[in-house]
C-alpha cells in the first residue's frame, strides 16, 4: 500500500493514525479534518474546560512531537466532499483531488440542533468543539439564566458546570425522563433528584421547543406547559451521525456504516470507526471515546494485515456531574432482565442488570468505579452471579469472582 486517507480529526483519527505508522505503515498517510485543532478529547468540554479549569492545551492525545514523527500530510480546516470508489479517491471542497488504497473513515457526529433558524441567534450555542466549549465559556457569568435543551449526558454536564458558576439554570425535555436512552428509570430518577436538589429547574414531557430572539438578543423558550426568558441557550438535544459521505459513495447504512468486527465496511478498501460506525456487537452507533479509540485500532491493524482480535469491547461511557462519577457499561437491556441495586450509601449505587440465567447485561455505578472494574471481568466471562450476594454491600465486590 502507498496511500491511506483518514477522513476526521478526532480520538478515531488520531489512534487510526498512530496505530497504522505503530504497524509499520510508511506510505503517505492523508488525513481530512474540517476543524484546524486536531487529535484532542472532547469530555473535558463540558466540564474543565467550560469551567475554566483547564487549558485546552491538555486536551491533545499526543505531544507535538509525536505527532509530527506520524509524518501525516495535513489538509485541515478541509472538508471531503465526495468518494470516487471506483477510482480510489476523495475530492475535498477546494477541488483537491486524494488517491487511496485504504480509506478510513472516522467522520464522527455533530450536534443535533431541531429548527435549523436557530443557528442564526447570537446566543444559541452547540458543544462539539475546542472553540464551541470557549465560546460558551466567555458567555457564562454568574447571575446569567442559562436554558438547556435536551436531558441527556451533555445537557446534564453543563448544567452543573454552569449551577457552579452560578448560572440559573433550566433545563427542556420532550421525554418523561433524564437521558432515558442510555439509563434505567431508577437512574433517570437519581440525576433529576440530584440536579433539581442543586437548584437547576428540570421540565420533563416539555412537547415542541420554540424558540425566539428579542430584540436584546436574549430568548424566549416556549413549550406546551412553560415559557421561559434566557440570556444564553445550549442545544444539547442529541447527535446526528456524519454519514452522508459513506451513503453518497454507495455504502451500507442503517443509521451509521454498517462495519464488521473488524471495521471494514462493504467495501473491502474502505474502513470505519467511532462514532460513525456501527458497533458490531450491540448494533448500533456508540458515541464514547472509549469505542472511538480501540474500534480505530482494531481496524487499522487489520488495514496492516496483522490479524487483530475481533473488535467486541462492551459500551463504556462515564460522566462527571458535581461530586458524581457516573459510569455505563452496557449491552441491551430488555423485560427479561433484573434489576438490582447495591446501595452503598446516599452517593454511592450500582444499578445492575441481569438476565435470565443471571449474567450481566448492565451496569450503571455512582461513585462506585470497583463495580465497573469487576463488572469487566463479569461480562468477558459471562458470569452466573449471585444476585442476593451481589446486592449486599457488606460483601466486597471484588470477591465475587
Known sequence: ???????????????????????????????????????????????????????????????????????????????????????????????????????????????????????????????????????????FKAGKRLAIIGGGWIGLEVAATANKLGLNVDLFELAPRLCGRSAPPEVSEYLYTLHTGKGTNIHLNCGAIDLAENADGTLTLTTECDEVNADIVLVGAGAEIATELAENAGLEIKGGII????????????????????????????????????????????????????????????????????????????????????????????YIHLDSENRVRSIVAINDPKVIGIGRMWFKRKMVLDPEKLADTSIDVMTLR
Open 1 to 139: 500500500m502507498e496511500s491511506i486517507v483518514i477522513i476526521g480529526g478526532g480520538q478515531a483519527a488520531a489512534f487510526a493514525a498512530q496505530t497504522l505508522r505503530k504497524e509499520g505503515f510508511e506510505g503517505t498517510l492523508s488525513i481530512i479534518s474540517d476543524e484546524e485543532k486536531i487529535f484532542y478529547e472532547r469530555p473535558p468540554l463540558s466540564k474543565s474546560v467550560l469551567a475554566g479549569e483547564e487549558s485546552p492545551e491538555i486536551l491533545s492525545f499526543f505531544s507535538p512531537e509525536v505527532i509530527d514523527a506520524l509524518n501525516i500530510d495535513w489538509h485541515k480546516p478541509k472538508r471531503a466532499e465526495a468518494i470516487d470508489r471506483d477510482a480510489q479517491t476523495v475530492t475535498l471542497n477546494d477541488g483537491t483531488t486524494l488517491p487511496y488504497d485504504r480509506l478510513i473513515l472516522a467522520t464522527g457526529s455533530r450536534p443535533r440542533v431541531p429548527n435549523a433558524n436557530w443557528t442564526a441567534f447570537e446566543n444559541v450555542h452547540t458543544l462539539r468543539t475546542i472553540d464551541d466549549s470557549l465560546k460558551l465559556q466567555a458567555a
Open 259 to 350: 462495519v464488521d468486527e473488524f471495521g471494514q465496511t462493504s467495501d473491502p478498501n474502505i474502513y470505519a470507526a467511532g462514532d460513525v460506525a456501527i458497533h458490531p456487537v450491540v448494533g448500533f452507533c456508540t458515541q464514547s471515546w472509549a469505542n472511538a479509540q480501540y474500534q480505530a485500532m482494531i481496524a487499522a491493524k487489520a488495514i496492516m494485515g496483522k490479524n487483530p482480535p475481533a473488535y467486541g469491547e462492551i459500551p463504556w461511557v462515564w460522566s462527571d456531574q458535581y461530586d458524581h462519577n457516573i459510569q455505563i457499561m452496557s449491552l441491551p437491556i430488555d423485560e427479561e432482565c433484573t434489576l438490582i441495586i447495591r446501595d452503598s450509601g446516599e452517593t454511592q449505587k450500582a
